[in-house]
């Protein structure tokens, strides 16, 4: 059973979501800093009864309805603190429960949104097609509100139990971060393909095996570093940092937006995205990585759009050979098919950040990670089947932590290794070129760690 200060840390956090403020407004608002409430909502302090008065007078409740819990103080805010009274539950992420319809004001079907192409699927308009139309109902409010909305629905229906929140949002989360993505395609410019026919190179070769695609995933270090390590010749310090988010910062990135067409030849048209087969050249680099990541074979190979963007970007630099463009599957492309969504994740990742809110954190985390890991082929997601898109937005974010890399490299670090999504062995003053910290722009240090000496 939790107890009374763990709750109140609680309540605190769920109407800081209900009237949208975050720590230093609070702060402010009772006479505090914002690390001072930083510190008693992380249990580092504790909250004395004048600051719950104050807190009580400032959301304009009783401060025994303040101490009653989360779902008691949030069902006692006066409308009045609420920003967005009465649209809240107008577009809510949780799925579709059997509730009445009666109450939306809006009927899904008879909307009155742009005409959409019929949907790929198309039976003579059979209603087992519809899923698709409400999907397309536009939000109330913000983005962020869904996701704020969310998260204070699981905690009241969990009675304050955080753990219990956190794991029904994480289960919920597919078809959370679905209903966000179609909520953020309304009024788009582009309608894109959901279930456009798969192209063979996208298709698995067994049922358990993978496609055609080599992604980039990077699994490099410096051959000449370690072999001088281990003979003795060099000692150096090496920080392993570790890139935040990096599949959210990966979903802005050319996306294709209809079935992919084939084409043959060595051209390349900025303006459309997909895979390519491509003799990827020769790279003439050895202090740093190739975007090809951890590929030792030779030959041409399939790659997709931002892997080969970067080739070709590495080759105006001199760092490699030309890539060779022999066939590709390719559609017109938008950066911004999934911009709105991915800003509505970070303002939430950002704000639960703020507030020490780990329900929040691992609920967008979970969001966007299973967002990228089931738009492929996968039954835990039946709204969208582009594993186009799933190979793209991986090699993204490998064509970041590339860039990374190479920015290390010219500031005059030593990059000393390079692997997974997101972790880059630097040698070097890398808080001159590197902000810390954990936003999405901002790298976090995992470990330090002697190359040499004693290894």
């Excluded at 005409?115 to 983005?143: D, I, Q």
């Excluded at 975007?291 to 790659?303: F, K």
Aim: hydrophobic share 40%; charged share 20%.
């Amino acid at each position: 059973m939790m107890s009374t200060e763990e709750t109140l840390r609680l309540t605190v956090a769920a109407l800081m979501q209900l009237t949208r403020e975050r720590q230093p407004d609070v702060a402010a608002a009772i006479g505090l800093t914002q690390p001072q409430l930083s510190r008693r909502q992380s249990g580092k302090a504790s909250w004395t009864l004048t600051d719950c008065d104050r807190l009580a007078a400032h959301w304009g409740l009783p401060t025994l309805d303040l101490l009653a819990g989360p779902t008691h103080a949030a069902g006692c805010l006066p409308a009045a603190r609420r920003p967005t009274v009465g649209t809240q539950t107008a577009m809510p992420l949780a799925p579709p429960a059997p509730t009445p319809p009666a109450p939306r004001r809006a009927a899904p079907t008879t909307t009155p949104a742009p005409a959409e192409a019929a949907p790929a699927p198309a039976p003579a308009a059979a209603p087992s097609s519809a899923p698709h139309t409400p999907r397309r109902t536009a939000p109330a409010g913000p983005l962020p509100d869904l996701i704020r909305d969310r998260v204070i629905a699981a905690l009241t229906e969990a009675g304050g139990d955080a753990d219990a929140a956190q794991a029904a949002l994480i289960k919920s989360a597919v078809p959370d971060v679905m209903r966000l993505f179609a909520a953020s395609r309304v009024g788009g410019r582009y309608e894109h393909s959901e279930f456009p026919p798969t192209a063979d190179i996208l298709q698995k070769r067994s049922q358990k095996g993978s496609d055609a695609i080599w992604e980039g995933r990077p699994k490099w270090r410096s051959a000449d570093l370690h072999r001088a390590a281990r003979a003795g010749h060099i000692t150096m310090d090496v920080t392993a940092l570790d890139m935040n988010a990096a599949y959210l910062a990966a979903l802005k990135t050319w996306l294709p937006i209809g079935k992919l067409v084939h084409s043959e030849g060595d051209h390349h048209d900025p303006k459309r995205s997909g895979v390519h087969l491509v003799d990827p050249g020769e790279w003439t680099t050895p202090d740093l990585p190739s975007p090809l990541g951890s590929r030792q074979e030779p030959g041409p190979l399939w790659i997709t759009e931002p892997t080969l963007r970067a080739l070709i970007r590495c080759a105006k630099m001199d760092l490699c050979t030309p890539p060779k463009i022999m066939e590709s599957w390719t559609s017109g492309a938008s950066e911004g098919l999934l911009e709105k969504m991915r800003r509505a994740l970070v303002t939430i990742r950002d704000e639960a950040i703020a507030n020490n809110d780990e329900v929040t954190t691992e609920y967008v985390k979970s969001m966007y990670s299973k967002f990228v890991s089931t738009i492929g082929e996968s039954a835990a997601n039946r709204e969208i089947r582009r594993p186009d898109w799933m190979h793209i937005i991986r090699s993204q974010a490998f064509v970041n932590l590339w860039l990374k890399a190479h920015k290390a490299h010219e500031a005059g670090l030593t990059v000393v290794q390079m692997s997974g999504t997101d972790e880059l062995h630097v040698s070097g003053n890398w808080q001159e070129v590197f902000p810390e910290g954990r936003g999405l722009s901002q790298v976090k240090a995992k470990s330090i760690y002697t190359l040499g000496g004693n290894e």
